[in-house]
């Protein structure tokens, strides 16, 4: 499992104070750029410099609890199933009383930078990726 820390910033809630509900999506998201940094994987390297691409083919959330501006986050990131050309990622929103806030799960296929078809995971990625599983 890989943790992220962070707080609900006032530009992610609605007009009643509250995390918007796409902006879980966004912070899940933070948390696995997050990841991909600390594992030499960097998205600006990816998309620059690399053959492959890893784009989100499906999306899901589900609210646990009310989060408002300042609320400290921990996101506990997983893998959840690796695949030969896709990989699932888990995430699970911890407020500070331990409880969860909020799940995510994004599903990831590893495409061909130029011609835009399913290829295998690079090992890299795929060690990476066991790491947290």
Same mark, same amino acid.
């Given at each position: ?5 962070? @707080?609900?910033?006032?530009? $992610? #809630? ?7 509900? !796409?902006?879980?999506?966004?912070? !899940? ?16 390297? /990816?998309?620059? &410099?690399? $053959? ?8 899901? *959330?589900?609210?646990? !609890?009310?989060?408002?501006?300042? %609320? ?12 030969? #050309?896709?990989? #699932? ?7 500070? %009383?331990? @409880? @969860? ?17 399913? /290829? ?7 060690? &990476?990726?066991?790491? /947290? *599983?």
């Amino acid at each position: 499992m890989y943790t992220f820390k962070t @707080s609900v910033k006032l530009h $992610d #809630t609605d007009t009643a104070g509250f995390l918007f509900f !796409a902006h879980q999506f966004k912070i !899940a998201h933070d948390a696995y750029e997050d990841f991909m940094e600390a594992v030499g994987l960097g998205f600006g390297r /990816i998309i620059n &410099a690399s $053959d492959f691409l890893l784009p989100i083919v499906h999306a899901e *959330a589900d609210y646990k !609890a009310v989060l408002g501006v300042g %609320d400290k986050l921990s996101v506990q990131l997983r893998a959840e199933k690796i695949g030969k #050309t896709s990989f #699932t990622l888990a995430y699970n929103l911890v407020g500070l %009383d331990g @409880s @969860s806030a909020g799940k995510v799960k994004t599903v990831h296929v590893c495409v061909d930078n130029i011609k835009k078809k399913k /290829i295998p995971l690079p090992e890299k990625l795929r060690k &990476a990726l066991e790491t /947290i *599983a």
